[in-house]
C-alpha cells in the first residue's frame, strides 16, 4: 500500500468563443462529476486567455473545450500555444462540438488528445477521462 | 368536471387477449417521458371533447388550425435560413434565390453580429463570417441588400441582444432605395427572454433587455404594419435540451411575458397582437410533436382571450414556423439524418406550421453543402406534392391518441404555467436559474436513458458501424475575416466622427431618460456607427450580465 492516498482527477470543462451551445458541456460536466471526477465548469464565452489561467488556478488535469461555432482552428491551437509558453503541456485537451474529421486530423497532429462529435455516449467520454489520468491520480 | 365515457363493451375482450399468456408486452414512453398506453380508444377522451377541445380550424379553441383552410389554400411557407461570409457573398446568394422564384429571404448572422461585437473586437477572432453573415455597420447593409427591392420581398432575421440595431439598418438601407418603412415587410426574431434561458446570446441583464424587446414591438406597431416585431421560440430551448412539454410551456411563458409587458407599456393588445408570430422545434417523437403543435394553439387562443382580454380573432390565432430537430441528427451515419428529417417535418404538417425549415444531413458537422440543401428543401416539397399529407385538414384530429397527448401536453404546460407564477414571473423565475435547471435535469435525464440503452438512436447505441459513410463538408475559407476587418476600417476612416460621437451621446442619454430607443439608436446607425459602439454605449447605462451555470 502507498503512501500516497488517491485523488481525484480534475478536470476544467468551457465553452471558447461566441456560441451558447451548452448542453452537451453541461451533460458532460455533470456525467464527469457522478463520475467522481472533480469538474469546474468556467461557462461561456470564454477566450483561450481566460481558459488557460483558470486551468492554472484550478491546477487541473485536463480541459475539456466545447464549440460549435466552427472558430475551432482558431481558438484550440490558441489554447495549445498558451499552455506550450507556460510550461503546462501535461495538462491534456479534449474537445467536444461541431467539428469536420478533416479538422480532427489536423487538431490531433497539434496535441489535442480527442475530439467528440455528436453522438458521442457519456461512458465514452468518461471512460476516456479515466483511463487518460489512471496513473497520475492513482496511487503507485 | 368532464362527463366520462364508459369503456366500449369490446374493451375486456381485448385486454384479455393483451395480456394473454405468455406474453409480457414492453412499457413505453414519449421521448419526454410521458406514459404511454398500448392503446387508446373512445373512452380515453372525456365526453364532448369534440365540441370543446377539438372543433374546426380558423375557429376557436384553434387546435385544429389556425386558418379554414389551411393547405387546401396555400401550402406552408419553405423558407430556408441561409448566410455565410462576407455581406457581398451572401447577396449574390440571395439574388440567386429570388432568381429561383424564392419570396423571401432568411439572414443568418454571424456569432459575433449575433453578440454585439465588430468584426475587429478581440472575441471575434475565427468567427468572422462563420455561421452568417458579418455585419458591422450600415455599409455592411447596403451592400447585403444591393439590387433587391425590399418593397417586394419578406425578410427574417433571426437576432436578439442587438435585433434593435438590425432593425434599424434595415430601415435605413430601405429608406436610402425610397422605400418607406411602412411598406417593409418582415420577421426580427427579437426573442431575448429564451436567451437567458436556453441560447445563451444575451448581453444585458433581462429587465433592460425586454425594455428593448418592448421598444420594438412598439415602434413597429406604429410605424411597420406589415412587420412581426418578435418571433417566440421554443427551438432554442428544446434543443438546448428541454422535452416538449417544457418548450411548449416555457415558449408560451415567454409570449405572454412580451404581451404583458407591452400592455404596461401601454399599447393595447389587439394592437400588436395579430403581429405576433412563434417558431418551434420539430422533433423525432412523431405523435408527441404534433400534439404539442396543437396544444400550443389552442392554450395561446384560451389566455390571450381570457387573460388579456383580447376581442380581434386574429390576435388569437398562434402563427409559427418550425425547424426540425438539429439535435436529433447524429454524426454518425449522417445519411441516416435525411429520414430523420423527413418523419420531423412531416409532423410539423400534420401539426399544422405556417412555415418549415428542414435540417439539411450535414449540418451535424458543418454548414451544409449546396447538394445537402438542396436534398433538405426537396425533402419538404416531396411531402408537399407525394405524400397527401396536405390535402385534409389536421388529419389526425379525433385520433384518440393524439387527442390524448394534446390534451396531456395542455396540462403539463399549465402546471409549468403554476411554478413559474410561484416564482413571481418569467423574469424573476430567469433570475433564480428555473428554466435552466429544469432543461439541465431534462437533458441529462435522456443522456443517462440513452446511456442504458432505454432509449436507442440508430447508429449511436444500437447498429453501430465502423467507418461511417463518406461525405462532402462546406469549407469556408479564413481570408474573410481580414477582408471585413479591412472594410470596417474603411468606413471609420471615411465617416464623420464627429456625428458618430454626437449620435452614441443622444443614445446614451436616451437610455438613461428611459424612452423608446429606435430613433435613437436609428440616428447613429445612419451616422455609421459600428453595431459594437452602440451596444457598448448602452452598457454603459444597462451594465453586462453573467448567469449562474447550472448543470
Not at chain 2, 454548414?367 to 416531396?382: D, G, M, S, Y
Request: charged share 25%; aromatic share 8%.
Amino acid at each position: 500500500m502507498s503512501e500516497i492516498a488517491d485523488r481525484k482527477i480534475r478536470v476544467l470543462t468551457a465553452k471558447v468563443g461566441l456560441d451558447g451551445h451548452d448542453r452537451g458541456v453541461k451533460v458532460v460536466s455533470r456525467a464527469l462529476r457522478d463520475a467522481g471526477v472533480e469538474v469546474i465548469y468556467a461557462g461561456l464565452h470564454q477566450t483561450p486567455e481566460m481558459v488557460v489561467e483558470a486551468a492554472l488556478q484550478e491546477d487541473v488535469d485536463g480541459i475539456g473545450l466545447s464549440l460549435h461555432s466552427g472558430a475551432h482552428m482558431t481558438l484550440v491551437p490558441k489554447v495549445l500555444k498558451l499552455l506550450k509558453e507556460r510550461g503546462m503541456t501535461d495538462i491534456v485537451v479534449f474537445l467536444g462540438g461541431i467539428i469536420p474529421d478533416e479538422d480532427i486530423t489536423e487538431l490531433k497532429k497539434i496535441g489535442v488528445a480527442e475530439v467528440f462529435t455528436p453522438g458521442t455516449s457519456l461512458e465514452t467520454i468518461v471512460d476516456f477521462v479515466n483511463t487518460k489520468f489512471a496513473d497520475r491520480v492513482h496511487a503507485a | 368536471m368532464a362527463k366520462v365515457v364508459s369503456r366500449p363493451a369490446d374493451r375486456k375482450a381485448w385486454d384479455d387477449l393483451y395480456a394473454g399468456v405468455g406474453r409480457s408486452p414492453r412499457e413505453a414512453r414519449t421521448i419526454s417521458g410521458v406514459p404511454l398506453q398500448p392503446l387508446y380508444d373512445p373512452a380515453d377522451l372525456p365526453a364532448g371533447h369534440f365540441e370543446d377541445k377539438e372543433g374546426y380550424p380558423g375557429l376557436a379553441p384553434y387546435t385544429r388550425g389556425v386558418y379554414p383552410s389551411m393547405y387546401r389554400d396555400k401550402l406552408w411557407t419553405m423558407r430556408q435560413f441561409a448566410g455565410f461570409g462576407s455581406a457581398q457573398d451572401t447577396n449574390e446568394r440571395y439574388r440567386y434565390l429570388l432568381g429561383q422564384g424564392q419570396d423571401g429571404l432568411s439572414v443568418a448572422f454571424d456569432m459575433p453580429t449575433l453578440m454585439g461585437r465588430d468584426s475587429d473586437d478581440e472575441h471575434s477572432a475565427g468567427e468572422v463570417g462563420r455561421c452568417g453573415v458579418a455585419i458591422d455597420t450600415l455599409a455592411d447593409m447596403e451592400v447585403l441588400f444591393d439590387s433587391i427591392d425590399l418593397s417586394d420581398i419578406t425578410t427574417s432575421m433571426t437576432i436578439n441582444s442587438p435585433a434593435v440595431i438590425l432593425l434599424a439598418m434595415y430601415i435605413a438601407t430601405a429608406e436610402k432605395k425610397g422605400i418607406s418603412r411602412d411598406r417593409l415587410g418582415g420577421t426580427i426574431q427579437n426573442d431575448i427572454l429564451k436567451e437567458y434561458i436556453a441560447q445563451k446570446e444575451y448581453i444585458y441583464p433581462p429587465a433592460e433587455s425586454l425594455r428593448l424587446t418592448v421598444d420594438v414591438i412598439e415602434f413597429c406597431t406604429e410605424n411597420m404594419p406589415r412587420w412581426h416585431p418578435v418571433s417566440i421560440s421554443g427551438y432554442h430551448i428544446r434543443e438546448a435540451g428541454s422535452d416538449a412539454p417544457q418548450e411548449l410551456a416555457f415558449t408560451l411563458a415567454d409570449g405572454f411575458e412580451y404581451v404583458r409587458a407591452s400592455v404596461e407599456r401601454g399599447l393595447h393588445v389587439d394592437s400588436f397582437a395579430p403581429r405576433l408570430s412563434f417558431f418551434f422545434d420539430a422533433h423525432i417523437d412523431f405523435f408527441e410533436e404534433i400534439a404539442k403543435f396543437r396544444a400550443a394553439r389552442r392554450i395561446y387562443a384560451e389566455v390571450m382571450r381570457d387573460r388579456f382580454g383580447a376581442a380581434n380573432p386574429r390576435s388569437l390565432l398562434m402563427r409559427f414556423h418550425t425547424q426540425t430537430a438539429g439535435v436529433s441528427l447524429t454524426a454518425q451515419q449522417p445519411l441516416n439524418n435525411i429520414a430523420r428529417t423527413a418523419l420531423e417535418a412531416l409532423a410539423a404538417v400534420l401539426g399544422g406550421t405556417q412555415s418549415l425549415h428542414t435540417n439539411a444531413m450535414d449540418e451535424v458537422v458543418a454548414l451544409p453543402t449546396e447538394k445537402a440543401a438542396r436534398v433538405a428543401l426537396r425533402t419538404q416539397q416531396i411531402i408537399a406534392q407525394e405524400t397527401g399529407a396536405a390535402d385534409v385538414i389536421d388529419p389526425l384530429g379525433g385520433s384518440y391518441l393524439v387527442e390524448s397527448l394534446t390534451d396531456e401536453m395542455e396540462r403539463r404546460a399549465y402546471d409549468y404555467f403554476a411554478r413559474i407564477d410561484e416564482r413571481g414571473g418569467v423574469v424573476p423565475a430567469i433570475e433564480q436559474g428555473f428554466f435552466q435547471r429544469e432543461i439541465a435535469e431534462a437533458s441529462y435525464r435522456f443522456e443517462q436513458a440513452l446511456n442504458e440503452k432505454k432509449r436507442v438512436i440508430v447508429g449511436v447505441n444500437e447498429y453501430v458501424e465502423e467507418g461511417d459513410d463518406e461525405i462532402e463538408i462546406l469549407k469556408i475559407t479564413q481570408d474573410m475575416e481580414e477582408e471585413q476587418k479591412t472594410r470596417l476600417a474603411e468606413v471609420k476612416r471615411t465617416r464623420d466622427g464627429t456625428e458618430v460621437t454626437r449620435t452614441l451621446h443622444d443614445l446614451e442619454a436616451a437610455a438613461g431618460a428611459g424612452g423608446n430607443l429606435v430613433e435613437p439608436i436609428m440616428a447613429a446607425v445612419r451616422a455609421y456607427a459600428t453595431e459594437g459602439e452602440i451596444i457598448e454605449t448602452m452598457r454603459q447605462v444597462f451594465g453586462g450580465y453573467r448567469e449562474t451555470a447550472i448543470y
